[in-house]
């Protein structure tokens, strides 16, 4: 494919993606497939001369489509909601046309240079502390991550080569020798799975603490754990608490445990995966009260600030331990700029990375500080209608508070009921939302995802509850 060919062919997709878009409503939210639906569409082996590009497009609908979960349907309620947005797609195909590999600054300086800058515009714009920021002059700087899964991963990994370096001669043995788990890191019940996950990828231990009524962490709990496994001889050197948890969208006391892990050495990492993007409105900034004790923060825009995937925006207090952590020189890395500019690669785990600040800058510029809040803002008032409606409904309750575009809720029945309600809601495709489970209570979980939401998708939705409710408690 050659330069017209190409602006052909990409007006076509344009047309495809908008139309995809405008008429998702029409979609069936859930595919209808079982699995290896896929293979018998497609030919044994790649072709051996070229297809057309018509062939191609055609494909899409017939092949594609039929397996697609259409997360960006204003009737997905699934999980938390990914972000789409037309200046983000806009940025990931100049991104694909540039195809830089940014692993340090000279690989492309400005793939580089934009991402510090970005990483300080969005830290300004959510309110972080300046000692996050590059432009602080401070060790302080930001970072775009895959995922926060990621972040949390490699924060702990710069978390344990800080320990193990204050421990000196018995770090250095244990270094050597990988026993490592000894050391500790602490989070809640609550936290997503990710960051035992990363407890097993670091190999260290993990220890949940437990939460309040509220389901927090407090820093009281914290120091429990902390001095009781002091006592055992473990040595504790992390806390992940988490901004917006998974299940009920509940929120660590971040001052409290900022606080304890000062005062008992531990690095303190928060991961706001979702929750973080509401940040950017101030009548959410309470949330992350406490934010600037911590040593590292973490966000997804990919999740909720029309950034698409990956995006996730991670922010240290002080970078060299990260830097020091990942840091490996050989000579085909070198460039003599180094040292005055992040070299990414000593900041991630892999060496590659994409241009993504270009659609973090796109979707800043194109949407503003104004366009984002008014964003977050029609997600929380949608998800209160909901509640509301929830509410309005005597045979229903709303389990946890709706702070922001989540609603829990169950029926007042036992959990077979509420979970044949769910089979229910699900196999009839109209909706899509998932389940989750606390102290043996199970509920649904309504989120507000996609950005093409209106009143009317939220109507539509209870109404579907309602009916599917209809049916289970005859
Ligand atoms: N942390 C929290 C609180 C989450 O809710 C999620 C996903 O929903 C994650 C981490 C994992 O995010 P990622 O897929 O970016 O790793």
């Known amino acids: 494919m050659e330069g017209e060919e190409f602006r052909r062919a990409s007006q076509e997709?344009?047309?495809?993606?908008?139309?995809?878009?405008?008429?998702?409503?029409?979609?069936?939210?859930?595919?209808?497939?079982?699995?290896?639906?896929?293979?018998?569409?497609?030919?044994?082996?790649?072709?051996?001369?070229?297809?057309?590009?018509?062939?191609?497009?055609?494909?899409?609908?017939?092949?594609?489509?039929?397996?697609?979960?259409?997360?960006?349907?204003?009737?997905?309620?699934?999980?938390?909601?990914?972000?789409?947005?037309?200046?983000?797609?806009?940025?990931?195909?100049?991104?694909?046309?540039?195809?830089?590999?940014?692993?340090?600054?000279?690989?492309?300086?400005?793939?580089?240079?934009?991402?510090?800058?970005?990483?300080?515009?969005?830290?300004?714009?959510?309110?972080?502390?300046?000692?996050?920021?590059?432009?602080?002059?401070?060790?302080?700087?930001?970072?775009?991550?895959?995922?926060?899964?990621?972040?949390?991963?490699?924060?702990?990994?710069?978390?344990?080569?800080?320990?193990?370096?204050?421990?000196?001669?018995?770090?250095?043995?244990?270094?050597?020798?990988?026993?490592?788990?000894?050391?500790?890191?602490?989070?809640?019940?609550?936290?997503?799975?990710?960051?035992?996950r990363a407890c097993m990828l670091a190999s260290v231990t993990p220890r949940k603490v437990r939460v309040d009524g509220q389901h927090a962490l407090r820093g009281d709990a914290l120091r429990e754990a902390v001095q009781e496994d002091k006592k055992r001889g473990l040595v504790p050197f992390m806390v992940v608490s988490t901004m917006g948890t998974t299940g009920v969208c509940g929120f660590d006391n971040l001052r409290e445990i900022g606080e304890v892990a000062q005062e008992t050495g531990l690095w303190h990492h928060v991961d706001a995966a979702y929750a973080g993007a509401s940040l950017v409105c101030e009548e959410f900034r309470y949330l992350a009260d406490g934010v600037e004790l911590a040593d590292s923060f973490d966000f997804n825009p990919h999740k909720w600030l029309l950034i698409n995937f990956d995006c996730s925006a991670m922010w240290l207090r002080d970078a060299r331990y990260l830097v020091n952590a990942f840091s490996v020189d050989p000579l085909y890395l070198k460039h003599e700029y180094q040292g005055q500019i992040p070299d990414y690669r000593h900041w991630q785990i892999p060496l590659g990375r994409r241009f993504r600040s270009l659609k973090m800058w796109f979707v800043m510029r194109l949407f503003g500080r104004e366009g984002l809040q008014a964003h977050i803002r029609e997600q929380v008032s949608l998800a209160h209608q909901f509640e509301e409606l929830v509410k309005s409904d005597r045979r229903f309750k709303v389990t946890h508070p709706v702070t922001l575009g989540l609603v829990c809720f169950r029926l007042n029945a036992d959990n077979e009921v509420n979970e044949e309600l769910l089979k229910k809601i699900n196999a009839a495709g109209v909706i899509h939302m998932v389940p989750a489970k606390h102290q043996d209570m199970f509920y649904l979980r309504f989120a507000v995802c996609s950005r093409l939401t209106e009143e009317r998708d939220v109507v539509l939705a209870w109404r579907e509850v309602a009916k599917q409710a209809d049916t289970v408690m005859k």
């Open 13 to 196: 997709m344009t047309d495809f993606i908008i139309n995809y878009l405008d008429n998702i409503r029409d979609r069936r939210v859930l595919p209808k497939v079982e699995p290896e639906y896929l293979r018998p569409l497609l030919p044994d082996a790649a072709p051996d001369t070229p297809d057309t590009w018509q062939d191609v497009m055609k494909d899409i609908e017939r092949v594609i489509m039929p397996g697609i979960t259409h997360w960006h349907s204003p009737q997905f309620h699934a999980y938390f909601p990914t972000a789409n947005s037309y200046p983000s797609i806009l940025a990931d195909m100049l991104s694909g046309a540039i195809g830089c590999i940014g692993f340090s600054w000279i690989a492309s300086p400005a793939c580089t240079e934009l991402e510090v800058v970005m990483m300080d515009w969005l830290g300004k714009l959510i309110g972080l502390p300046p000692v996050f920021l590059a432009s602080s002059d401070g060790p302080g700087g930001g970072v775009i991550q895959g995922t926060a899964s990621e972040a949390t991963l490699v924060a702990m990994l710069a978390a344990k080569v800080k320990i193990l370096d204050e421990m000196g001669e018995k770090g250095k043995e244990r270094k050597l020798e990988n026993k490592t788990h000894t050391l500790v890191a602490y989070f809640s019940e609550e936290a997503h799975s990710s960051v035992e």
